[in-house]
């Protein structure tokens, strides 16, 4: 990362994460703690993940469109005023608002990191344009060395979201033990000004013929559409997504009921996944030179294989070295996704896929959840698990099958009549892989 503009992103994007968790702590414990409902979580963690999913791709659109400056650090402001307020509602408690400020929160989320890595993407390009001699290369070689580029800049920001993960909700509990939900609350406003300032020459603004949100979305979605390796790779992961969120529910039966391991139990379930996820992160940072397809796959089907490995672990013991083996397949899948999405579409349109997969992350949420709920209720913790193991499985083969189709070449996209890529045409291009 000899970029500083590229340590400068890594460093908001590390510190927005810790103070990201510091909130979400604090306001699950504060809402359970009023309420006393395992419903009133639910609604929260609706409004906070999968409400926002509708929204993102046009909040993207639109500070893309914008000619004004320092637009994501508007995002980050805007952020820190509304994590204010939920901390003033705690102190005068009102469920729906908090519920109303926690989607305006998590839509200004999700959008600021579609985004934030967009533009990693973009200054990794920019980092290899700027060297010495680069105009005389040839442009297969430069464009070779643009994309390791990408690949590392995901893969350092793969890291911090590894370690945050781990670290995040254990440095939140603590504070919110030790100094009450607001602080921890204000300790998030804190690292969303911090990212505002870290980022502020930050222009995430788009070039384009039409500068309406309506017709940028249209162009990306025209991209989707014409190009059948994206479209299918997306479909496929927003069936995984909803595989690996409806373990969620599961988790909590299977530790204290099934395995009879407790409380202490469960923690050591999501240690051992946290811990395999920052391992992950390491063993993609460390594979630039593997296929992209294989990689999405291959850290799908640990997934899966940990599911599988839960429904059949007899004991804790098993069942952390299943979660290790779930946690690394977790820490190679995401960045995976995020960079083949990148090589599979034009520059101009990162930001706004990027909002695309965090939409379709968000709703997963919304379906994989009431789904883990169900299974839990009709069988058991062990068939729900193998369920959705053998569900994720076979996400992952039909991922590789996807990821290995010729992919029609990636030009930056402009107003043009819609109409399908051609099957005889991409037989014929080179090949992703």
Not at 84 to 101: D, E, I, Q, T
Not at 149 to 178: D, H, I, M, Q, Y
Not at 288 to 315: D, E, K, Q, W
Request: charged residues 15%; proline residues 5%.
């Amino acid at each position: 990362m000899k970029s500083s503009r590229l340590r400068r992103i890594l460093a908001a994007y590390t510190v927005n994460r810790l103070g990201t968790w510091f909130g979400l702590v604090a306001l699950m414990l504060a809402v359970f703690d009023r309420t006393h409902s395992a419903i009133a979580i639910a609604a929260l963690l609706f409004a906070w993940q999968a409400l926002p999913a509708f929204l993102v791709p046009a909040v993207v659109a639109r500070v893309e469109a914008s000619a004004r400056r320092r637009e994501l650090s508007a995002l980050y402001v805007f952020e820190a005023i509304v994590t204010a307020g939920l901390a003033v509602l705690l102190w005068h408690f009102w469920l729906p608002a908090v519920l109303l400020l926690a989607a305006l929160d998590g839509t200004a989320a999700l959008a600021a990191s579609a985004l934030l890595r967009a533009e990693v993407a973009k200054a990794a390009r920019d980092q290899v344009e700027a060297q010495p001699g680069d105009e005389t290369r040839p442009d297969e070689s430069r464009e070779e060395d643009a994309q390791e580029a990408e690949r590392k800049a995901n893969a350092a920001l793969n890291v911090a979201f590894s370690a945050t993960f781990v670290a995040g909700p254990v440095l939140g509990g603590v504070v919110v033990a030790a100094a009450g939900a607001p602080a921890a609350l204000f300790i998030d406003v804190g690292s969303f000004l911090i990212c505002g300032a870290l980022l502020i020459d930050l222009h995430p603004h788009i070039e384009e013929a039409a500068d309406s949100v309506r017709a940028r979305l249209r162009a990306a979605w025209r991209h989707i559409v014409e190009a059948p390796t994206l479209r299918g790779l997306l479909l496929m992961e927003a069936v995984a997504l909803v595989f690996f969120n409806s373990a969620g529910p599961i988790e909590v039966t299977y530790a204290k009921a099934t395995l009879r391991a407790g409380d202490g139990g469960f923690g050591l379930l999501l240690t051992a996944w946290g811990a395999g996820a920052v391992l992950g992160s390491i063993v993609f940072a460390r594979s630039l030179r593997r296929p992209l397809g294989v990689l999405l796959s291959a850290g799908t089907l640990a997934v899966g294989l940990a599911y599988v490995g839960f429904a059949a672990a007899p004991t804790l013991g098993l069942a952390c070295v299943a979660a290790l083996v779930g946690g690394v397949g977790n820490g190679v899948e995401l960045p995976s996704l995020f960079s083949l999405v990148q090589r599979l579409s034009p520059q101009n349109l990162h930001g706004r896929l990027m909002g695309a997969v965090e939409s379709l992350t968000a709703l997963s949420v919304a379906i994989g959840l009431p789904l883990g709920g169900a299974l839990v209720a009709l069988s058991s913790s062990r068939a729900a698990f193998l369920v959705v193991g053998l569900g994720t499985v076979g996400a992952s083969v039909a991922l590789l099958r996807i990821s290995r189709r010729r992919p029609v070449p990636v030009v930056d996209v402009e107003e043009r009549p819609l109409m399908a890529a051609s099957p005889v045409s991409e037989l014929h291009e080179p090949s992703l892989h």
